[in-house]
């Protein structure tokens, strides 16, 4: 398998990864089968675990389907799908942490939209599918340890969406030392606590104000 080969299929998968964690919609509902042929050509483990979701998506009525993603994401403090948080929680800190995400986006030339936050999951994937694979890898790597410690809080709650972030962390080398003593941490202390309130880094749906 040659390397242009394997940054094919990160990219894919990133893209396929990126769209299964949005929000479930009609939208969403029509792509499925274009996303499940995509997912069927990705080795192993990420393909076999985005088929699964995809699966579950397909399988399972719209209404429960949003239902469950709210109460996955946006009820729950450990299935945060903002990167920064689980390192730096609602602290002044992140404020920072946000700046070098958007500094990485404008270095491969892309803005984000005004509503965006740039640590968002979905986000982050895209970049690296469409726009800088290796900047988009980057991000995720520093940010290992929150992503892990979303993966196995997913799968403490028996989410189907934990296949998303099996196949995602399925693309990145191995954890060292010092990121299993990260995420070993953050699983047991969680993010730090809030110290300048929540408003200047959440979006609206983050709030629980979703349309």
């Known amino acids: 398998m040659t390397g242009e080969t394997v940054e094919t299929q990160h990219r894919l998968l990133y893209r396929v990864a990126a769209l299964l964690l949005e929000y ?3 939208e969403l509902i029509a792509v499925l089968p274009d996303l499940h042929r995509a997912a ?3 080795p192993a483990p990420g393909g076999a675990a985005l088929e699964r979701l995809i699966t579950h998506l397909q399988v399972t009525q719209l209404p429960a389907l949003t ?3 709210v109460a996955t994401f946006d009820l ?3 299935c945060c799908l903002y990167l920064t948080y689980y390192a730096y929680g609602d602290t002044r800190k992140r404020g920072q942490a946000l700046l070098t995400f958007k500094q990485a986006y404008r270095g491969a030339g892309v803005e984000l939209e005004a509503d965006e936050l740039p640590d968002h999951l979905c986000v ?4 690296a599918a469409t726009a800088d694979l290796d900047r988009g890898r980057g991000l995720l790597l520093e940010h290992r340890a929150g992503l892990e410690l979303l993966r196995l809080a997913l799968v403490d709650c028996g989410s189907a969406y ?3 972030l099996v196949a995602v962390c399925s693309t990145l080398p191995p954890l060292a030392g010092g990121d299993r003593e990260a995420v ?7 993010p ?3 110290d300048v309130g929540l408003e200047p880094f959440a979006p609206p749906d983050y709030m629980g104000a979703r349309t």
């Open 24 to 26: 479930p919609d009609n």
């Open 40 to 42: 069927a050509g990705l």
């Open 67 to 69: 239902a469950d993603y």
């Open 76 to 78: 729950r403090r450990r």
């Open 124 to 127: 982050v994937l895209e970049f």
């Open 162 to 164: 934990a296949e998303a």
């Open 184 to 190: 070993a941490r953050l699983a047991a202390e969680g």
């Open 192 to 194: 730090p606590g809030e």
